[in-house]
């Protein structure tokens, strides 16, 4: 599922049509809001689903496959997702 996917499940369960403008509004506000929560540092919860939260990487040292010289990886963030346990009894039904 592709976002124009969600976008048209989502209108279809509110009983608008599948091109409905306003839901794709809604879900890209939705998402803007989690990028923005999590630009900050912030975990988001969504009871029943799961969380998303940002989690740090050291910097560390690592080596170039092709030449076998060391190199320096730098610190970064990433994000990272954990289920919940009704999203996980959904999925292993």
Known sequence: MNKKDL???V???LGYG???PVTGRVVEAAFEAMAEALGRG???RINGFGVWRVRGRK???GRN???GESIQIPAASGVIFRPADALKG???H
Request: net charge positive.
């Open 59 to 61: 910097a560390r040292e």
């Open 11 to 13: 209108a279809g369960k």
């Open 7 to 9: 976008i048209a499940a």
């Open 42 to 44: 912030e975990q988001v």
């Open 65 to 67: 496959p092709r030449t």
């Open 18 to 20: 599948p091109c409905a």
């Open 90 to 92: 959904r999925v292993n």
